[in-house]
């Protein structure tokens, strides 16, 4: 590894002395402005090796940002004066993509807002709609909030509640790894929020021939347990799934935010909610119609993931369930979400 000093300006490298010297003189000059001693790093990579920075901070080394798989090609990059080293992690989970939700407006470089009127296939009964009223970030959280706001569109089609879907197709997708959610769900009748994942090229046909991955569902009106799920066989109407519910010892997920997890490899998924283990489903247990030669499709190709809130549908058995139950009073109701935080293993 190589350690070059530099100077920035707002992270522009600048390594020749007298453009520094004007530089710190312009800076005093400037309001906002300010000079400040860099490191460029380079290193060489190995292609599929995980590498992670990290910078000394009194007698501890601590990781430098997210972890970088090996393209073969050296990696370079500045960053503020100190002593850095390279490790190369192994028989472990690399954090590869987070979004901490730390600013004050969706990351757009990460997520996708969805906009459409069909409800889902599931008779939902919900618009999901771009303006931020429906999803924004504040204090630190993701919010997606389910109004009773009426919604038509050019087609004449007309849902009664309007909410938000993001997703990071085309910005994040992976094949195989840990998904971390730690999110606080809302509770109401009819109200349905999910964190899942579709494949981002559906290469065995239509839904669900190209597999669907549920991580966290939960039903407004009842709170004191979360579902997972796997949609896989054949399109529909050929298609099959294995569902699990995960009961919670004492509070319920809407009173407190808890900590979704899923481990995907090539042969099993598992599920976790706060550390502890759900369910594990094996290659044995799924299949594809349009690949049977093939014992891990359709889980053997990039997801993107996707998170919602629903209202209605199939997922609710009884139309006593339905959120046209609740008093108008009740609404907004809104899904938090702390993190998500995408890991892939390190052999």
């Not at 997210?66 to 190369?88: E, H, I, K, M, N």
């Given at each position: 590894m190589q350690l070059v000093q530099h100077y920035t300006i707002t992270s522009v490298p600048l390594s020749i002395a007298l453009l520094f010297a004007i530089l710190q003189a312009v800076a005093c000059a400037e309001p906002g402005m300010s000079v400040s001693p860099a490191v460029e790093v380079k290193y060489a990579t190995e292609i599929g090796k995980y590498y992670q920075l990290q910078t000394k901070k009194g007698d501890l080394w601590t990781n430098?940002?997210?972890?970088?798989?090996?393209?073969?090609?050296?990696?370079?990059?500045?960053?503020?004066?100190?002593?850095?080293?390279?490790?190369?992690?192994?028989?472990?989970?690399?954090?590869?993509?987070?979004?901490?939700f730390d600013g004050d407006t969706l990351d757009f470089t990460k997520w996708e807002k969805e906009e459409n009127n069909y409800g889902g296939g599931n008779n939902e009964r919900q618009a999901y709609r771009t303006d931020p009223k429906y999803c924004f970030v504040r204090d630190g959280f993701l919010n997606i909030a389910v109004h009773r706001d009426?919604?038509?569109?050019?087609?004449?089609?007309?849902?009664?509640?309007?909410?938000?879907?993001?997703r990071t197709q085309k910005r994040g997708e992976w094949q195989y790894g840990r998904f971390e959610i730690r999110a606080k769900m809302p509770n109401g009748q009819g109200i349905w929020p999910a964190v899942w994942m579709l494949p981002t090229e559906s290469k065995y046909g239509g839904w669900a021939a190209g597999g669907e991955i549920d991580i966290i569902e939960s039903r407004g009106n009842a709170v004191d347990e979360t579902t997972g799920a796997l949609h896989f066989g054949g399109a529909w109407p050929r298609n099959t799934y294995l569902a699990h519910s995960y009961k919670f010892p004492a509070k319920d997920a809407a009173e407190d935010f808890h900590v979704y997890a899923l481990e995907w490899t090539a042969d099993e998924i598992k599920w976790f909610v706060d550390g502890k283990l759900c369910k594990t489903r094996t290659k044995e247990e799924w299949f594809c119609e349009t690949a049977k030669e093939n014992p891990r499709a359709p889980y053997d190709q990039p997801f993107h993931l996707i998170i919602n809130l629903a209202v209605d549908g199939r997922f609710f058995e009884k139309t006593d369930q339905r959120a046209d139950q609740i008093a108008p009073d009740a609404f907004p109701q809104t899904f938090q979400c702390d993190y998500v935080r995408v890991y892939q293993w390190a052999d």
């Open positions: 430098v940002g997210l972890g970088v798989r090996g393209s073969g090609a050296p990696f370079t990059g500045f960053f503020p004066a100190g002593d850095y080293r390279v490790t190369s992690p192994s028989q472990t989970w690399v954090m590869v993509w987070t979004d901490e009426p919604h038509t569109t050019s087609d004449g089609k007309t849902q009664p509640y309007s909410s938000a879907r993001i």
